[in-house]
């Protein structure tokens, strides 16, 4: 099938009402967690890429997610129980 791609990915969120510095401070934490050579490559000794990603792109990332998969949810009928 064209332009099909389907990929799982695992990230942290906060609660909406989490101060903004909070938000920032453990994204900067996660961010230089990632960059550790050993966590990386660990992380791909399990078949997973580290895809670090800021506060402001990782939001736009699962934004976009959820729009992509809702079409995908809407056109198979599926709902929720």
Known sequence: ???FDVSSWYGFAAPAS???PIVDRLAAEVLDIMAEPDIAQRFREVGAEPW???TDAYRAFMLAETARWAK???AA????D
Do not use: N
């Open 1 to 3: 099938m064209p332009d």
């Open 72 to 74: 995908v949810a809407e």
């Open 52 to 54: 670090p990603l800021g």
């Open 18 to 20: 989490t101060p903004r």
């Open 77 to 80: 009928g599926a709902t929720v």
